[in-house]
């Protein structure tokens, strides 16, 4: 199985800061990873797939890098609204395996 | 737009059954893959299992954790997926979320978009 790790598992920031994520695999998983968003009592929310590419909707001040190992989820400016815990997933086999989590604390 | 239900949820006793529902609307459901994933008290997301469409040969797969308990079926005419937990045990109690898998060739799947959940809790 292909294991995700996030870091940092929880981060302190203020309105306006840059703020970015990190999620390693395992073993090479290409492109194939999404980026979720979730707040408490709700679903997760999908943000990015393929490492970079936005989902409809979701605001431009999110984006995503990487390839292979090492993946980034950047917010370039943070807003109240992004104050949330964010997951990867890969989807290059079976199981599917989602990183432990990031939780954005406001600072 | 497209939105995903679940229901059926609820409290159950070590060694009991359960069965979930997701039903969808606003996309054509048989044409995507049906995933469920839940979620611990306090904890992160875990994949429990997918059943392709039919585009994509109408196989399943699950998460070693599930395998043998747990079966996911779909009623493609009436929107539904269904994951039927048998066997229930403590640790199998979560939130559990459906979701459409999307794909491209060469891939995998990613999820969306997700239902709101529906709660088992398995106690005595």
């Known amino acids: 199985d292909i294991q995700m790790t996030q870091s940092p598992p929880t981060l302190s920031a203020s309105v306006g800061d840059r703020v970015t994520i990190t999620c390693r695999a395992s073993q090479s998983i290409s492109s194939w990873l999404a980026w979720y968003q979730q707040k408490p009592g709700k679903a997760p929310k999908l943000l990015i797939y393929?490492?970079?590419n936005l989902e409809s909707g979701v605001p431009s001040r999110f984006s995503g890098s990487g390839s292979g190992t090492e993946f980034t989820l950047t917010i370039s400016s943070l807003q109240p609204d992004d104050f949330a815990t964010y997951y990867c997933q890969h989807y290059s086999s079976f199981p599917l395996t989602f990183g432990g989590g990031t939780k954005v604390e406001i600072k | 737009e497209v939105q995903l239900e679940e229901s059926g949820g609820g409290l159950v006793q070590p060694g009991g059954s359960l069965r979930l529902s997701c039903t969808g609307s606003?996309?054509?459901?048989?044409?995507?893959?049906m995933t469920w994933v839940r979620q611990a008290p306090g904890k992160g997301l875990e994949w429990v299992g997918l059943?392709?469409?039919?585009?994509?040969?109408?196989?399943?797969e699950y998460a070693a954790s599930v395998k043998g308990r747990f079966t996911i079926s779909r009623d493609n005419s009436n929107s539904i997926a269904y994951l039927q937990m048998n066997s229930l045990k403590t640790e199998d109690t979560a939130m559990y979320y459906c979701?459409?898998?999307?794909?491209?060739?060469?891939?995998?799947?990613?999820?969306?978009?997700w239902g709101q959940g529906t709660l088992v809790t398995v106690s005595s």
């Open positions: 059943f392709r469409s039919r585009l994509y040969g109408g196989t399943i």
């Open positions: 979701s459409r898998g999307l794909t491209v060739p060469g891939a995998k799947y990613w999820l969306d978009p």
């Open positions: 606003g996309f054509t459901f048989g044409d995507y893959a």
């Open positions: 393929q490492a970079s």
